[in-house]
């Protein structure tokens, strides 16, 4: 399992009140577990007051999540306004000098080892902060990652507030849907049960992972859409973006080969490395008949590289915070040891239709 936030949004450290805790609020506790995965009942969920000074109309409260599974463990902090809500792990700026883009370039390369180029909007939210996108510098392009920041340039939040009464879940379909429709899918069109995969292909967990859904696609191919959302984590894996890019070019040709690539890309996982990756997927895309010149276009089209790094930057502002996650129907799932949890939801999921 890969943290995702772990390594790229560390959050500061907080101070919890030595009060006991209070009673927490119902709609603060569902909207949390909204954003969260589901997990299993050993899962428990602790919330405690935030004393630290916040902007305006902002209520914080630390979220603490314990539990045996490492993707669902974690700390992170609940912003409330009267109307809106948000959850994540935000840049505290004190200590850094300078313009509120220079403070973020200087957090992110002291703390992340991370190049960014900051664009600050200047037309405030309605919780009174500004729109900011953080442009990743990496050897593929620009990763853009969107969030907000206060106007004293004190605090910024990677991902937007939502509105206290909106459908997190459905929320979260909706900023994925336009990636999703160039992503790798095979299932009904019309399945009632949608499943996303956000998957690193030199990731080694998303390989076991792989593994363990295949019988379950195989078991409910008939009734469930299937998406592999392609999640490189650039700055950690060298090779995983070719191999995504390399994917693409052979979906867009042959949309039923990309699943046997993707099965070869984890068998030889152990294999490969920035130096051969190239030519391992050139010689597979030869071994099954592609034309070469089209695959070598689709590889040197920047579009395509801009929807994929576009895409890990959207995935990483919607709760997308591990490698490899699962979304059922909009619904973040923990898969479980060898993949249990996730077969058992998505039959549940099946027979409510």
């Not at 772990?6 to 030595?18: D, E, F, R, T, Y």
């Not at 902060?129 to 939040?157: H, K, N, R, S």
């Amino acid at each position: 399992m890969k943290r995702l936030l772990a390594s790229l949004l560390p959050l500061a450290v907080v101070v919890a009140a030595a009060a006991a805790e209070p009673k927490p609020d119902d709609k603060l506790t569902e909207m949390i577990r909204s954003s969260l995965p589901l997990c299993g009942p050993d899962t428990k969920i602790k919330q405690e007051p935030f004393e630290r000074h916040m902007p305006p109309n902002m209520t914080g409260t630390i979220v603490t999540i314990e539990s045996p599974r490492s993707a669902c463990a974690g700390q992170y902090l609940a912003i409330t306004t009267p109307r809106s809500f948000y959850l994540g792990q935000p840049w505290f700026l004190e200590g850094f000098t300078g313009t509120t883009e220079a403070k973020l370039k200087q957090f992110g390369w002291q703390n992340l080892q991370s190049a960014f180029t900051p664009k600050i909007g200047t037309e405030r939210t309605a919780e009174g902060l500004l729109p900011v996108q953080l442009l990743e510098t990496t050897e593929y392009g620009p990763l853009p990652l969107d969030g907000e920041i206060d106007p004293q340039g004190t605090m910024f939040l990677l991902g937007h507030f939502r509105p206290i009464a909106s459908d997190v879940r459905a929320e979260r379909l909706k900023a994925f849907a336009a990636f999703v429709q160039s992503s790798p899918t095979r299932g009904p069109a019309g399945a009632s049960v949608t499943v996303i995969e956000f998957s690193d292909f030199e990731c080694p967990s998303c390989r076991y992972a792989s593994i363990n859904f295949k019988p379950m696609f195989d078991k409910y191919k008939d009734q469930i859409r299937f998406t592999r959302f392609d999640l490189p984590l650039v700055t950690n894996h060298p090779w995983a973006f070719a191999a995504a890019l390399a994917g693409r070019a052979i979906y867009r040709q042959k949309p039923d080969v990309f699943w046997t690539y993707k099965e070869q890309i984890y068998e030889n996982q152990d294999k490969l490395n920035a130096f051969l990756v190239e030519d391992f997927t050139r010689n597979f895309s030869k071994d099954h008949e592609l034309d070469m010149a089209k695959y070598d276009a689709d590889l040197a089209d920047q579009s395509i590289r801009k929807s994929i790094l576009s895409g890990v930057g959207v995935a990483f502002a919607n709760d997308i915070r591990a490698t490899p996650s699962y979304v059922v129907n909009g619904v973040i799932v923990d898969q479980g040891n060898d993949g249990g949890a996730l077969d058992k939801y998505i039959a549940e999921q099946l027979a409510k239709k």
